[in-house]
């Protein structure tokens, strides 16, 4: 039986300083359009760099858009762009080759996943004596529980110091993350690191803690989407 294979994206810092990425997150909506993007990517390397047209809808950008769940809209204004700037390729009525997919993609076999996840598992013990003064009753500390809980989720390096930091603050003020809201951080931090940059969630936790907020005010990250319809909103790629 032939080994189980994980594929996932390599979004370095270039990425967001791509000119074309840039100019997609700058219009109006563009922070949507940018995870559709990135959406697809993802579907993409499943799928040998391409994405395909079955017909099942009676467009692509429809098809497209029933597959990611997400608006038929938004995905037809993404996928103008994308082809415009040559980000995307269309093969034939019925293929899509997404250009950026091959210098993005990176793979990890079965074997590899368990090592890795055996690094952490080390990585882990090797923390407990730092933990011991938050530890009560035998209960699992914050970072415990946040080791444990974080290979679930697509959160980089650097997200990760920087959320360790951000539980050694909040030890200082008494206050500790459950297991439950642990989860539900890690998927905000997952998305918005997503949506927005591992670099603006690093900055938008140091300034909470600078400012001495009890949480994260994720807000400070969100932009208002405008309304309009399909054909207006696709027409407008001419002049981005």
Not at 5 to 34: M, S, V
Request: glycine share 6%; hydrophobic share 35%; proline share 2%.
């Amino acid at each position: 039986m032939a080994e189980k294979k994980y594929y996932w994206l390599k979004l370095g810092p270039d990425f967001f300083q791509d000119k074309a990425i840039k100019k997609l997150r700058k219009i109006a909506g563009g922070d949507t359009y940018t995870i559709i993007y990135q959406k697809m990517l993802l579907l993409a390397i499943q799928q040998g760099n391409r994405l395909y047209f079955e017909g099942v809808e009676d467009t692509f950008a429809a098809e497209l858009a029933l597959e990611l769940d997400e608006d038929e809209e938004n995905v037809a204004v993404t996928c103008s762009f994308l082809e415009k700037k040559g980000l995307m390729k269309v093969m034939s009525e019925e293929e899509f080759l997404l250009t950026q997919c091959e210098e993005l993609v990176g793979s990890e076999t079965d074997a590899a996943r368990r090592k890795r996840k055996q690094r952490n598992l080390e990585r882990l013990s090797g923390m407990k004596q730092e933990a011991l003064p938050e530890k009560k009753a035998g209960k699992e500390t914050q970072i415990q529980i946040f080791l444990r809980l974080v290979d679930d989720y697509a959160i980089s390096d650097p997200v990760r110091e920087k959320m360790q930091v951000w539980f050694k603050y909040k030890t200082e003020r008494k206050e500790n993350y459950k297991e439950q809201g642990m989860k539900s951080l890690l998927k905000r931090v997952e998305t918005n690191a997503a949506k927005h940059g591992d670099q603006a969630v690093c900055d938008l936790i140091d300034e909470c803690m600078s400012s001495n907020y009890a949480g994260i005010i994720w807000d400070k990250l969100a932009r208002q989407l405008p309304r309009g319809g399909i054909q207006n909103r696709v027409s407008e790629v001419d002049n981005w």
